[in-house]
Structures are given as C-alpha cells and as structure tokens.
C-alpha cells in the first residue's frame, strides 16, 4: 500500500519533507511548495532535493508517488479579472515546471470557484484555462480534486470532472479522489465499489493517480468540506478501511489531510499530527478507540 500523509515543505524544502513522512512511517507524501493560501515561492534549492532523492532511495520512498498541491487560492473557473486568471495560470505553469525540476510528477489542484459566474461559465473558465497550461509532454500532471460543493466550488459531481476532462485537448491531467469531499458531494463511500464503476464508466478509473483519504465532520451531501480524523467522522473506519486496501486502486498514493489534534483546543498552543497513529492503524485495518490520547502522550 502507498500510504502517507501532508507534510511542510517549509524546513529544507524537499529534504524536510521527506524527513517528515519518514517519521511518520509514510512511504509517500504530499507537499505545497509555499503556503497553500498564498502564491510567494522561494526559488529550490537542488541541494536539498538531491538529498532528498538519495533520502527516498534509501527508504524505499519512489518519486513516482510523490504528490505536489497547488495553493488554493488559485481560480481558474472566475475569469471577471483577466488579469488575475492570466496570473493563476502562470503561476500553475510555473509550479509544474518547478515540480518537474523536483522530479515531482503529480500536482493536485482545485478545479476552482465560479464567484459571480454560473456554473457553465465556471467550468468553461477552467477548461479553457487547462488548454493554456496542459501539454502532452508535460512531466507533472495536473490532477482535478473531487470538491464537497461549498460556496460555489466546481467539479462537484463525477459529471462536472467528466465534462472538464473532456474539455481539454491534452489527456495528460488525471483526477485526484478526495473521501471528505465525496461524502460531503454526496457519494456514499460506503458504496465504494459502486462508486468505482461509476467513475469508470464516465472518466475511466486510470484516470485517478491519487485519493486523498480523510474522515468527515458532516453528514452525506452537506457541502461543507471538514476534514475529520480517521475513524472519528461520518465515514468511519471500516469504510475508509476498505477504500485504501481496494484492490483496483493498489497502485495509486494514498494521501492523509486529517486535522492535527489539538487543532479543537481553547488556546490551541499544541497540536500534534495524527499521522504516525492514522497510518498505522489503516496499515493494520485495526481501530485504536485511544489513539487520540495516545498522539496526545507521544508528542508530550
Ligand atoms: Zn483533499
């Protein structure tokens, strides 16, 4: 299983990164080459990232998993300002070609928000941004993440991602699951299998390079988009359980973005990652009703 989890980019870079799903027992990871809420880039530092491949050599970690995000604040689907939607996609063609420099091959995005748009017109924002950036020889693929419906996001039902893929000339972007997002669109993930057909028969389930794997705060179809910790939530255990042992998915990563724990707390002063604890316990298809206790008492 390719299991691993959300890491900072922001201690050495790709190095730290790496050091950090280490730690965690991951055999993959996930990283935003800045914060996710803004578009300031430090420039790589190739020191960093050698040491990081010869750090992923070295613990069986393959670059072919590794996942980059784009910030999302980028916006492809409003274009109202062109100036800020010619920004977003030279800012995506610029990340892509610094996760190529990276080796990095998958970079996950939010389709985007239509704002003041409708729906068509989002979604045609977006396609026809897409065509700008994707190219067939491109080494790091874009994938369009399952979005829970807030506000006005787009590329909320499997028809919307369809409709998006097939817009756009280059098939070299895939699709990036998210298991909130899905229960809160109003997919029951407790239904995988039937789900998976269903995504087969509209996009073609090699099409989907990476599941993000998180519980969720809210019932099926609320669109509100809350991570929950593994196990905690709405879906539950036994049924992300079943997703990240599915075998038609075996080859792709499977990344947490469960809250840290803490994150509830009054003066949240301490939050501690859940990671280690999660993985462990998806590994071993085994429920610790402490675990949360326990993250709590390892960190101390
Ligand atoms: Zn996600």
Same mark, same amino acid.
């Given at each position: 299983?390719?299991?691993? /989890? %959300?890491?900072?980019? +922001?201690?050495?870079?790709?190095?730290? +990164?790496?050091?950090?799903?280490? +730690?965690?027992?991951?055999?993959?990871?996930?990283?935003?080459?800045?914060?996710?809420?803004?578009?300031f880039?430090?420039?790589?530092?190739?020191?960093?990232?050698?040491?990081? =491949?010869?750090?992923?050599?070295?613990? #069986?970690?393959?670059i072919?998993?590794?996942?980059?995000?784009?910030?999302?604040?980028?916006?492809?689907?409003?274009?109202?300002?062109?100036?800020? =939607?010619?920004?977003?996609? #030279?800012?995506?063609?610029?990340?892509?070609k610094? /996760?190529?420099?990276?080796?990095?091959?998958?970079? !996950?995005?939010?389709?985007?928000?239509?704002?003041s748009l409708?729906?068509?017109?989002?979604?045609?924002?977006?396609?026809?941004?897409?065509?700008?950036?994707?190219?067939? *020889?491109?080494?790091?693929?874009?994938?369009?993440?399952?979005?829970?419906?807030?506000? +006005?996001? /787009?590329?909320?039902?499997?028809?919307?991602?369809a409709?998006?893929?097939?817009?756009?000339?280059?098939?070299?972007?895939?699709? /990036?699951?998210?298991?909130?997002?899905?229960?809160?669109?109003?997919? *029951?993930?407790?239904?995988? *299998?039937?789900?998976l057909?269903?995504?087969?028969?509209?996009?073609?389930?090699?099409?989907?390079?990476?599941?993000? !794997?998180?519980?969720?705060?809210?019932?099926?179809?609320?669109?509100?988009?809350?991570?929950?910790?593994?196990?905690?939530?709405?879906?539950?255990?036994?049924?992300?359980?079943?997703?990240? %042992?599915?075998d038609?998915?075996?080859?792709?990563?499977?990344?947490?973005?469960?809250?840290?724990?803490?994150?509830?707390?009054?003066?949240?002063?301490? !939050?501690?990652?859940?990671?280690?604890?999660?993985?462990?316990?998806?590994?071993?298809?085994?429920?610790? #009703?402490?675990?949360?206790?326990?993250?709590?008492?390892?960190?101390?």
């Open positions: 299983m390719i299991l691993g /989890c %959300h890491v900072s980019f +922001s201690n050495n870079q790709l190095l730290g +990164s790496v050091e950090e799903a280490l +730690s965690y027992g991951a055999n993959t990871f996930m990283f935003y080459t800045g914060a996710p809420q803004n578009t880039r430090s420039s790589i530092n190739m020191d960093y990232v050698e040491s990081a =491949w010869k750090l992923m050599i070295d613990n #069986n970690i393959n072919d998993n590794v996942i980059c995000h784009a910030p999302y604040i980028i916006n492809l689907a409003n274009a109202t300002s062109l100036d800020k =939607w010619q920004f977003s996609i #030279n800012f995506l063609k610029n990340e892509i610094r /996760c190529e420099d990276m080796h990095v091959k998958y970079m !996950v995005l939010h389709p985007g928000s239509h704002v409708t729906r068509e017109e989002g979604i045609k924002n977006i396609i026809d941004a897409l065509n700008y950036i994707v190219k067939d *020889d491109d080494k790091c693929m874009i994938l369009l993440e399952t979005m829970a419906g807030k506000g +006005s996001e /787009c590329g909320i039902t499997l028809e919307e991602i409709t998006i893929l097939n817009g756009v000339k280059s098939k070299n972007i895939g699709v /990036c699951l998210d298991t909130c997002h899905l229960n809160d669109a109003g997919y *029951d993930m407790s239904k995988f *299998d039937e789900f057909q269903i995504f087969n028969n509209l996009i073609g389930i090699d099409r989907i390079k990476c599941v993000h !794997v998180n519980d969720s705060k809210n019932v099926i179809g609320a669109h509100k988009d809350r991570h929950e910790n593994i196990g905690i939530g709405t879906i539950g255990f036994d049924n992300l359980v079943n997703i990240v %042992h599915n038609k998915l075996k080859d792709v990563p499977k990344i947490l973005e469960t809250p840290y724990i803490g994150e509830d707390d009054d003066d949240k002063k301490r !939050v501690y990652p859940p990671y280690k604890f999660e993985i462990e316990m998806l590994k071993n298809k085994t429920f610790d #009703n402490d675990y949360l206790n326990k993250i709590r008492a390892y960190y101390k």
